[in-house]
């Protein structure tokens, strides 16, 4: 059943007091799995959603009534081993060292008490993101959620904690026909922005599941729409990065429209981003680790070695941040998304756009990874390769004059999939940051998708070559 604006705004006041539950704020810290049933309970919760983030960023879930989670919660929930060895179409794929070589055998959800959100949309229901574990204290370590929070203690051996956000662009789409809901290049036009009318139900119900909406607009292309909330410090930022694309997705369905992250689902209109935004913040001191007035450019040392371990790393970071085939019919000249693997400060042309506003919240802003990226691999990989310029005190190489995209000599990005797939494959240094049995994993499925999409016959061949030759 679609909601409508009555049922919206009284399904919000009756779970209005969870708010508490999903705010950055006001975050409950559990003791005990006692206690976080107590919490449930007390809010009136009846059931919770034990979600997997899957190796595509997609939640995989089951739902519990609130009377049995206690158990679950602490001895774990079983759930099939091979999920991060499923392809985007959730595909068994063959030889991934998960499926037959496991006996399709499960692994256990082991929820983290801490990332308890309500969804506002479902009567009288939260969620957990949970962990795929071999037993409740063995993780699973090719989990990208795992294999962040690896890549977040590396950092805070190295003295830093990470602020980081994402920032995405999506479409909302007729259910039926798959096409725009309205035409024309308007961005940030007010009537564009409330046309339609289903956008602010979402927003509510956004900020009611514990997101912390800061702004919303239209895009430059129609029917395209980008939605702002605040970054956070270490995994809570991917996990709401996680809870908004799928929240997206489930609210626009249950409002009656169809929202796409894919990354160019129309080669006229412009494509879908993740921007990642990412700082680092000196655990000493709790300042901005990426300043130095006194240094070139207002930057530190530490951004220095940072921007260029990404430069360094980019055709590797690639596979993880664009995933798919399609995300490289973004990735074009003048179309405010990189080509090349460049820096700039405020160069929303480049791989790397440094915004440096106030000693605040100077940080970088990593704009090649595409709307449907893993959330947890966009921040990883970026993570991976920042830390690594930082072990190796890498040089900044200086930044050009004029838009990046504009510079001949400056090297391009993959162009392909299959090229993004063999830079990962030639930095050995980037998969033992990452894992190599990660990497093993992540090549072999995406190669299998590959194979699938290779097989497919396009209509444009059809056209081009069927009736003249």
Known sequence: MLIGARSELTSINNLRTMEMIGSDKTKTTFDSVTQFVKCLTDQGVEYIRFELPDLHGIARAKVVPVDKVESFASKGLNFYGGCFALDTASMVVP????????????????????????????????????????????????????ILKQLLAEAAQLGFDVMMGHEFEFYLLNPETKELLFD????????????????SQLINYLRASGIDVINYHCEHCPSQFEINYGASIGIRAADKAFTFKNAVKEIAYRLGQHATFMSKPFI??????CHFHISLIDRNTGNNAFIDKNNKYGLSATAHAFIQGILDRAE????????TPNCYRRLKPHTFAPSNISWGIEDRTAMVRVKVADEESTHIEMRAASGLSNPYLTAAATLAAGLLGIKQQRQLQPSVEGPSEDNPDLPKLPQTLEEALSGLAADVEMQKMLSPEFVRLFTTIKRFELARFHDHLTEWERQEYLEIY
């Open 184 to 199: 024309g290049l308007h961005v940030f036009n007010n009537t564009r922005n409330n046309y339609v009318p289903e956008i």
């Open 95 to 146: 030889g991934s060292g998960y499926h037959e070589e496991q006996n399709y055998r499960d692994l256990l959800l082991i929820p983290d008490l801490d990332s308890l959100t309500p969804v506002p949309w479902m009567e009288k229901t939260a969620k957990v993101i949970c962990d795929l574990m071999k037993s409740p204290t063995e993780p699973l370590e090719i989990a990208p959620r795992y």
């Open 268 to 273: 006229e209109h412009a494509g879908c981003c």
């Open 316 to 323: 590797a970071m690639m596979p993880l941040v664009s995933p």
